[in-house]
């Protein structure tokens, strides 16, 4: 062994144990990693893409409402055409889907994930055996808390249905699995009659569509900013086929 390096030894130990101990903001290993891709950030600011995932399609109808004809994956791609046109000019905006053709909730999610710099907005209607009716706004990550905060407040403020089950913290497939942040929008439901014919009207349809995507420009604006304090990260496995209603 060299006599420089002996003598120098002490000094090169300590700086291969500086090298390994990376500055805490420097760190991106895969635990913090981890934490992105589970939502455990603030909300998105300035992103340009926007995934519209129109619900169901194909052989998978979704809800039908018997009484007035209405069909949930009908309705749904309607809503994303909607949206789509709404945001067009000022996001690049990527559909699921735009035909009447099945595609697999985990394709879905695939999907999402090719645009980091993006958030999906998944579009759906609504039908139960009780009474309920309004519009319903879905999330589970940190991360999707301000957007579907104001999605859930301009439908509200743009619809009749101020009862409603409102924002709703939720672990789907839609909500969990994507490692950007996702929300699932309920437009309305379909077994309400006053708000079936409601969404039966394309001026109707047209006014959600505003509301969401005015609430999508003012999270890119503003991200978090007066949306209130986030709530608490919630470590859960994802979501499965079967876990819970999509
Ligand atoms: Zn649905």
Redesign the pocket.
């Known amino acids: 062994m060299p006599h420089y390096f002996i003598r120098f030894l002490p000094l090169i130990m300590v700086a291969m144990i500086l090298v390994s101990c990376e500055s805490p903001q420097g760190y991106m290993g895969p635990a913090s990693r981890g934490l992105d891709a589970l939502g455990h950030r603030p909300g998105p600011i300035g992103f340009s893409t926007v995934v519209v995932d129109a ?2 399609g194909g052989k998978d109808s ?2 039908n409402a018997r009484r007035t004809g209405l069909v ?1 994956k009908t309705l ?1 791609l309607d809503m994303a055409r909607r949206l789509k046109s709404e945001l067009n000019g000022s996001f690049r905006v990527v559909m699921t889907r735009d035909s009447d053709t099945f595609v697999d909730l985990d394709q879905r999610v695939r999907e999402a994930n090719r645009y980091g710099n993006g958030v999906l907005v998944s579009l ?3 039908a139960s055996s009780s009474r309920i009716a309004g519009p319903e706004t879905y999330y589970w990550r940190v991360d999707s808390y301000s957007l579907a905060k104001r999605v859930q407040r301009n439908l509200m403020a743009s619809t009749d249905y101020h009862n409603s089950r409102g924002l709703v913290r939720r672990r789907l497939r839609l909500t969990r699995n994507p490692s950007i942040p996702s929300i699932l929008v ?1 437009c309305g439901y379909l077994t309400s009659p006053k708000e079936a014919k409601n969404i039966a009207d394309a001026s109707y349809r047209s006014k959600l569509a505003r509301a969401i995507a005015s609430a999508i420009r003012e999270q890119a604006a503003y991200g978090d900013s007066g949306m209130g304090p986030l709530p608490a990260p919630i470590n859960a496995p994802l979501s499965k086929h079967g876990d819970a209603r ?1």
């Open positions: 619900g169901h979704g809800e949930e749904a759906h209607f609504n309920e999509q």
